[in-house]
Protein backbone atom coordinates (compact mmCIF):
# COMPACT_ATOMS: atom_id res chain seq x y z
CA UNK A 1 0.00 0.00 0.00
CA UNK A 2 1.33 3.07 -0.80
CA UNK A 3 2.28 5.22 2.20
CA UNK A 4 -0.79 8.04 2.97
CA UNK A 5 1.96 10.79 2.90
CA UNK A 6 2.66 10.32 -0.45
CA UNK A 7 -0.64 9.89 -1.68
CA UNK A 8 -1.45 13.60 -0.39
CA UNK A 9 1.32 15.45 -0.69
CA UNK A 10 0.95 14.14 -4.79
CA UNK A 11 -3.10 15.44 -4.66
CA UNK A 12 -1.99 18.22 -2.83
CA UNK A 13 0.54 19.62 -5.48
CA UNK A 14 -1.92 18.74 -8.85
CA UNK A 15 -5.07 20.50 -6.68
CA UNK A 16 -2.80 23.54 -5.67
CA UNK A 17 -1.51 23.46 -9.43
CA UNK A 18 -4.73 23.05 -10.52
CA UNK A 19 -6.62 25.77 -8.35
CA UNK A 20 -3.35 28.78 -9.18
CA UNK A 21 -4.62 27.95 -12.94
CA UNK A 22 -8.29 28.53 -12.01
CA UNK A 23 -8.27 31.60 -9.76
CA UNK A 24 -6.19 33.34 -12.42
CA UNK A 25 -8.37 32.56 -15.11
CA UNK A 26 -10.86 34.33 -13.26
CA UNK A 27 -10.63 38.19 -13.63
CA UNK A 28 -12.43 39.65 -10.56
CA UNK A 29 -12.53 42.76 -8.13
CA UNK A 30 -9.39 43.00 -6.47
CA UNK A 31 -11.28 43.16 -2.84
CA UNK A 32 -13.03 39.96 -4.21
CA UNK A 33 -9.63 38.19 -5.69
CA UNK A 34 -8.02 38.39 -2.21
CA UNK A 35 -10.62 37.27 -0.64
CA UNK A 36 -11.36 34.13 -3.02
CA UNK A 37 -7.36 33.95 -2.44
CA UNK A 38 -7.54 33.95 1.15
CA UNK A 39 -10.03 31.11 1.06
CA UNK A 40 -9.08 28.52 -0.92
CA UNK A 41 -5.25 28.76 -0.87
CA UNK A 42 -4.37 29.82 2.43
CA UNK A 43 -4.24 25.51 3.48
CA UNK A 44 -6.61 22.72 3.72
CA UNK A 45 -5.98 18.75 3.40
CA UNK A 46 -7.67 18.47 0.07
CA UNK A 47 -9.19 15.49 0.81
CA UNK A 48 -12.15 15.50 -1.19
CA UNK A 49 -9.55 16.05 -4.23
CA UNK A 50 -7.30 13.41 -2.80
CA UNK A 51 -10.06 10.66 -3.17
CA UNK A 52 -11.17 12.30 -6.84
CA UNK A 53 -7.29 11.23 -7.73
CA UNK A 54 -7.56 7.79 -6.04
CA UNK A 55 -10.80 6.63 -7.75
CA UNK A 56 -9.14 7.55 -11.33
CA UNK A 57 -5.85 5.66 -10.20
CA UNK A 58 -7.66 2.41 -10.13
CA UNK A 59 -7.96 2.17 -14.16
CA UNK A 60 -4.55 3.08 -15.77
CA UNK A 61 -4.19 4.73 -18.00
CA UNK A 62 -7.44 7.25 -17.23
CA UNK A 63 -8.55 7.96 -20.48
CA UNK A 64 -10.63 11.17 -18.84
CA UNK A 65 -8.19 12.31 -16.79
CA UNK A 66 -9.15 16.27 -17.51
CA UNK A 67 -12.72 15.18 -16.51
CA UNK A 68 -11.23 13.96 -13.05
CA UNK A 69 -8.68 16.86 -12.62
CA UNK A 70 -11.93 19.49 -13.35
CA UNK A 71 -13.92 17.47 -10.89
CA UNK A 72 -11.51 18.01 -8.15
CA UNK A 73 -11.09 21.39 -8.45
CA UNK A 74 -14.74 22.04 -8.80
CA UNK A 75 -15.33 19.58 -5.21
CA UNK A 76 -12.93 21.50 -3.73
CA UNK A 77 -13.92 25.02 -4.42
CA UNK A 78 -17.50 24.07 -3.27
CA UNK A 79 -16.05 22.92 0.21
CA UNK A 80 -14.01 26.21 0.55
CA UNK A 81 -17.32 28.38 0.06
CA UNK A 82 -18.85 25.81 1.91
CA UNK A 83 -16.53 26.85 4.91
CA UNK A 84 -16.84 30.30 4.70
CA UNK A 85 -20.69 30.66 5.20
CA UNK A 86 -20.48 28.48 7.56
CA UNK A 87 -17.74 30.71 9.55
CA UNK A 88 -20.51 33.91 9.01
CA UNK A 89 -22.06 35.42 12.07
CA UNK A 90 -25.09 34.51 11.04
CA UNK A 91 -24.24 30.94 11.19
CA UNK A 92 -21.77 29.37 13.13
CA UNK A 93 -19.48 32.85 13.83
CA UNK A 94 -16.19 31.07 13.98
CA UNK A 95 -13.39 33.47 13.52
CA UNK A 96 -10.37 30.91 12.68
CA UNK A 97 -10.46 28.51 9.80
CA UNK A 98 -6.82 27.12 8.81
CA UNK A 99 -5.31 28.59 11.35
CA UNK A 100 -6.37 31.45 10.05
CA UNK A 101 -8.48 34.63 10.52
CA UNK A 102 -12.04 32.96 8.85
CA UNK A 103 -12.77 35.09 5.51
CA UNK A 104 -15.08 37.91 7.66
CA UNK A 105 -12.85 38.64 10.15
CA UNK A 106 -10.35 39.39 7.45
CA UNK A 107 -12.52 41.07 4.64
CA UNK A 108 -15.76 41.96 5.60
CA UNK A 109 -19.14 39.63 5.91
CA UNK A 110 -20.40 41.41 2.79
CA UNK A 111 -16.98 40.62 0.96
CA UNK A 112 -17.25 36.85 2.14
CA UNK A 113 -20.50 36.09 1.92
CA UNK A 114 -20.09 36.97 -2.34
CA UNK A 115 -16.76 35.49 -2.26
CA UNK A 116 -18.76 32.00 -1.43
CA UNK A 117 -21.46 32.84 -4.06
CA UNK A 118 -18.16 33.74 -6.59
CA UNK A 119 -16.94 30.25 -5.87
CA UNK A 120 -19.72 28.62 -6.48
CA UNK A 121 -20.12 29.85 -9.78
CA UNK A 122 -16.72 29.48 -10.72
CA UNK A 123 -17.12 25.69 -9.50
CA UNK A 124 -19.51 24.80 -12.37
CA UNK A 125 -18.09 26.81 -14.99
CA UNK A 126 -14.68 25.07 -14.27
CA UNK A 127 -16.71 21.59 -14.14
CA UNK A 128 -17.75 22.40 -17.53
CA UNK A 129 -15.53 23.63 -19.52
CA UNK A 130 -12.21 22.29 -21.74
CA UNK A 131 -9.90 23.42 -19.00
CA UNK A 132 -7.32 21.11 -18.64
CA UNK A 133 -8.53 18.98 -22.20
CA UNK A 134 -6.02 20.01 -24.96
CA UNK A 135 -7.65 17.12 -26.91
CA UNK A 136 -11.01 17.45 -26.34
CA UNK A 137 -13.85 15.30 -26.91
CA UNK A 138 -16.95 17.59 -27.13
CA UNK A 139 -19.67 14.39 -27.43
CA UNK A 140 -17.89 12.09 -24.21
CA UNK A 141 -16.68 14.93 -22.64
CA UNK A 142 -19.73 16.75 -22.14
CA UNK A 143 -21.71 13.70 -21.67
CA UNK A 144 -19.24 12.89 -18.41
CA UNK A 145 -19.78 16.83 -17.04
CA UNK A 146 -23.38 16.61 -17.29
CA UNK A 147 -23.28 13.89 -14.87
CA UNK A 148 -21.06 15.38 -12.83
CA UNK A 149 -22.94 18.43 -12.67
CA UNK A 150 -25.93 16.37 -11.19
CA UNK A 151 -23.82 14.90 -8.81
CA UNK A 152 -22.29 17.94 -7.56
CA UNK A 153 -25.13 20.09 -8.01
CA UNK A 154 -27.45 17.21 -5.50
CA UNK A 155 -24.90 16.95 -3.02
CA UNK A 156 -24.46 21.20 -2.85
CA UNK A 157 -28.24 20.97 -1.88
CA UNK A 158 -27.88 18.32 0.64
CA UNK A 159 -24.56 20.15 2.01
CA UNK A 160 -27.38 23.21 2.59
CA UNK A 161 -30.72 20.84 4.10
CA UNK A 162 -27.39 19.42 6.41
CA UNK A 163 -26.96 22.82 7.28
CA UNK A 164 -29.82 23.97 8.84
CA UNK A 165 -30.98 20.63 10.24
CA UNK A 166 -27.67 21.36 12.47
CA UNK A 167 -28.44 25.15 13.32
CA UNK A 168 -32.11 23.67 14.09
CA UNK A 169 -31.07 21.29 16.62
CA UNK A 170 -28.54 23.31 18.88
CA UNK A 171 -29.60 22.84 22.26
CA UNK A 172 -31.98 20.23 21.48
CA UNK A 173 -31.84 16.64 22.07
CA UNK A 174 -31.91 14.50 19.28
CA UNK A 175 -31.28 11.16 18.52
CA UNK A 176 -28.62 8.84 16.44
CA UNK A 177 -30.66 8.29 13.28
CA UNK A 178 -31.27 12.52 13.26
CA UNK A 179 -27.62 13.05 14.02
CA UNK A 180 -26.62 11.17 11.25
CA UNK A 181 -29.50 12.55 8.89
CA UNK A 182 -27.80 15.70 9.49
CA UNK A 183 -24.49 14.71 8.67
CA UNK A 184 -25.06 12.40 6.06
CA UNK A 185 -25.92 15.70 4.07
CA UNK A 186 -23.45 18.49 5.75
CA UNK A 187 -20.72 16.40 5.53
CA UNK A 188 -20.78 13.11 3.95
CA UNK A 189 -22.61 14.04 0.90
CA UNK A 190 -19.90 16.46 -0.72
CA UNK A 191 -17.48 13.63 0.24
CA UNK A 192 -19.46 10.84 -2.06
CA UNK A 193 -19.76 13.65 -4.92
CA UNK A 194 -15.78 13.52 -5.14
CA UNK A 195 -15.74 10.11 -5.19
CA UNK A 196 -19.10 9.93 -7.52
CA UNK A 197 -17.75 12.09 -10.22
CA UNK A 198 -14.51 10.82 -10.41
CA UNK A 199 -16.07 7.46 -10.64
CA UNK A 200 -18.27 7.91 -13.59
CA UNK A 201 -15.27 9.11 -15.88
CA UNK A 202 -14.83 5.11 -15.56
CA UNK A 203 -17.91 3.51 -14.43
CA UNK A 204 -21.34 3.28 -15.51
CA UNK A 205 -23.43 4.83 -12.39
CA UNK A 206 -25.57 1.08 -11.97
CA UNK A 207 -22.32 -0.83 -12.38
CA UNK A 208 -20.87 -2.60 -9.86
CA UNK A 209 -17.40 -1.23 -9.56
CA UNK A 210 -20.19 2.51 -8.80
CA UNK A 211 -22.22 1.34 -6.27
CA UNK A 212 -19.22 -0.27 -4.24
CA UNK A 213 -17.75 3.01 -4.14
CA UNK A 214 -20.95 4.73 -3.18
CA UNK A 215 -21.23 2.42 -0.42
CA UNK A 216 -17.36 2.92 0.68
CA UNK A 217 -18.37 6.86 0.31
CA UNK A 218 -20.73 7.03 2.71
CA UNK A 219 -19.26 5.07 5.56
CA UNK A 220 -15.88 7.44 4.97
CA UNK A 221 -18.41 10.17 4.55
CA UNK A 222 -19.67 9.77 7.97
CA UNK A 223 -16.36 8.61 9.59
CA UNK A 224 -14.92 11.65 8.93
CA UNK A 225 -17.65 13.40 11.06
CA UNK A 226 -17.27 11.50 13.26
CA UNK A 227 -13.83 12.26 13.75
CA UNK A 228 -14.52 15.58 13.40
CA UNK A 229 -16.68 15.83 16.64
CA UNK A 230 -13.92 13.67 18.50
CA UNK A 231 -11.32 16.52 17.64
CA UNK A 232 -13.56 19.00 18.49
CA UNK A 233 -13.10 17.78 22.32
CA UNK A 234 -9.80 16.30 22.59
CA UNK A 235 -7.50 18.30 20.45
CA UNK A 236 -6.29 21.82 20.52
CA UNK A 237 -7.27 24.93 19.00
CA UNK A 238 -3.12 25.29 17.49
CA UNK A 239 -3.87 21.43 15.98
CA UNK A 240 -7.20 21.95 14.52
CA UNK A 241 -6.38 25.40 12.82
CA UNK A 242 -9.84 26.24 14.00
CA UNK A 243 -11.85 26.95 17.50
CA UNK A 244 -11.53 23.74 19.44
CA UNK A 245 -14.32 23.17 22.15
CA UNK A 246 -16.63 25.49 19.97
CA UNK A 247 -19.22 22.46 19.55
CA UNK A 248 -20.22 22.06 23.14
CA UNK A 249 -20.08 26.06 23.86
CA UNK A 250 -22.63 26.37 21.45
CA UNK A 251 -24.77 23.42 22.36
CA UNK A 252 -24.10 21.50 19.13
CA UNK A 253 -25.49 18.09 18.51
CA UNK A 254 -22.27 15.56 18.34
CA UNK A 255 -20.99 12.13 18.64
CA UNK A 256 -19.17 12.73 21.72
CA UNK A 257 -22.29 14.36 23.09
CA UNK A 258 -24.37 11.29 21.91
CA UNK A 259 -22.59 8.65 23.00
CA UNK A 260 -19.24 9.60 24.75
CA UNK A 261 -15.46 10.10 23.93
CA UNK A 262 -15.19 6.19 23.89
CA UNK A 263 -18.28 5.41 22.03
CA UNK A 264 -17.72 7.79 19.37
CA UNK A 265 -14.35 6.24 18.95
CA UNK A 266 -15.49 2.92 18.62
CA UNK A 267 -18.06 3.89 16.07
CA UNK A 268 -15.98 5.53 14.15
CA UNK A 269 -13.45 2.73 14.13
CA UNK A 270 -16.80 0.28 13.56
CA UNK A 271 -17.58 3.17 9.87
CA UNK A 272 -13.72 2.10 9.06
CA UNK A 273 -14.54 -1.50 8.93
CA UNK A 274 -17.61 -0.83 7.33
CA UNK A 275 -15.39 1.25 4.25
CA UNK A 276 -12.88 -0.71 4.05
CA UNK A 277 -15.34 -4.01 3.02
CA UNK A 278 -17.04 -2.15 0.48
CA UNK A 279 -14.02 -2.12 -1.24
CA UNK A 280 -13.09 -5.71 -0.74
CA UNK A 281 -14.43 -6.31 -4.34
CA UNK A 282 -12.83 -3.71 -6.10
CA UNK A 283 -8.95 -5.98 -5.11
CA UNK A 284 -5.72 -4.75 -5.59
CA UNK A 285 -7.17 -1.05 -7.48
CA UNK A 286 -8.52 0.57 -4.10
CA UNK A 287 -4.72 1.11 -2.14
CA UNK A 288 -4.78 4.47 -2.76
CA UNK A 289 -8.60 4.80 -1.41
CA UNK A 290 -7.31 2.52 1.35
CA UNK A 291 -4.43 5.07 2.78
CA UNK A 292 -6.72 7.67 3.03
CA UNK A 293 -9.33 5.67 4.59
CA UNK A 294 -6.55 4.88 7.61
CA UNK A 295 -5.69 8.37 7.28
CA UNK A 296 -9.10 9.72 8.18
CA UNK A 297 -9.60 7.26 10.94
CA UNK A 298 -6.18 8.53 12.73
CA UNK A 299 -5.57 12.03 11.55
CA UNK A 300 -5.23 15.09 14.35
CA UNK A 301 -6.39 17.78 12.77
Known amino acids: M ?12 HIQNDLIQVLQTFKLPDSLQRAVHHSVMLGGKRIRPALCYAVAQMTTPNLAWAAVRRAAVAVELIHCYSLVHDDLPCMDNDALRRGQPTCHVA ?59 DLQSEGM ?16 ALIQAAIEMSAVTQFEQSSQEMLSLIRFA ?8 V ?20 DLKVEKSTYPALMGIDQAKDYAYQLHEQALGALESLGDRTQELR ?6 LQRQS
Open 2 to 13: PSVEDVLKTAQT
Open 107 to 165: FGEDTALLAGDILQSIAYEVLTSQMFDESFDHSSSAMIALKQVRILAQASSAMVAGQVL
Open 173 to 188: PIDKQMLETIHKNKTG
Open 218 to 225: QAIGLAFQ
Open 227 to 246: QDDILDVTAETAVLGKTAGK
Open 291 to 296: AITQFL
